[in-house]
Each structure stands twice: as C-alpha cells, then as structure tokens.
C-alpha cells in the first residue's frame, strides 16, 4: 500500500507562483510513476503533469506547458510548481501514484492511489 499527502495549497493573486507537494509513504519502491491531477468547481478532475520513472519522461497538459513544470527526488517526493497562475488554475490538487499494470500518464483509472487534495485559489 502507498499513502499519499499533498501540502503547499494556498491563496494567491494572478501571476504569483505556487509549490505543491506530494509526500508518499508506505511501499514507496512499487511506485513507478506519479501524476496531479486537478478538479475546479463543477467540473470534471483533469489531467495536469506526470513523471514516469520507468522511462525517465515527464508530461504535461496543454493548459499548463510552460507554466507549470514538476520536480521528485530519491525518495520520491513529488513537486508542482506553478508559475504565471490564472483564476482558472484555481481547483483541488491531488497527487497519484502507479505501481503495477499498464500506464497512462493522463487516465485516472491507471493511478491506484491518490491523495486528500490541497485546494489552490488564483484570485484576479
């Protein structure tokens, strides 16, 4: 089993940078990828980056390449930095974990764990 804790989440203005972190403990060496995930109000949750430790590749969506890139270290910890933030990044951000079976780095349905969510609000 893994557990997952996300932290960092805040208020902030359009423009200002933003950390959120992901924190995993448990069978951390069964994890082979991670990704964040987002979900704004009334909508449905969305793809945002990933990393694969298999392949060494990190992914992004298009809503955010170039603003938002993300960062791990040996034990896995697991970073989103968010630059040039917009009210429309404003959502819940959850960190998830793969360990076993095929991946995809923006399917939902592949990630076998996931975290509380730390909310992020982008004010105008």
């Known amino acids: 089993q893994v557990q997952l804790v996300e932290s960092g989440g805040g208020l902030v203005q359009a423009g200002d940078s933003l950390r959120v972190s992901c924190a995993p403990s448990?069978?951390?060496?069964?994890?082979?990828?991670m990704g964040w995930f987002r979900q704004a109000p009334g909508k449905e949750r969305e793809f945002v980056a990933a990393f694969s430790w298999l392949n060494g590749r990190t992914y992004y969506a298009e809503s955010v390449k170039g603003r938002f890139s993300i960062s791990r270290d040996n034990a896995k910890n697991f970073y989103l930095h968010m630059n040039s933030l917009k009210p429309e990044d404003t959502a819940v951000y959850y960190c998830a974990a793969h360990s076993f079976g095929s991946w995809s780095p923006d399917r939902e349905s592949l990630y076998g764990y996931w975290g509380q969510g730390t909310q992020v609000t982008v004010s105008s």
């Open positions: 448990g069978r951390t060496v069964d994890i082979n990828a």
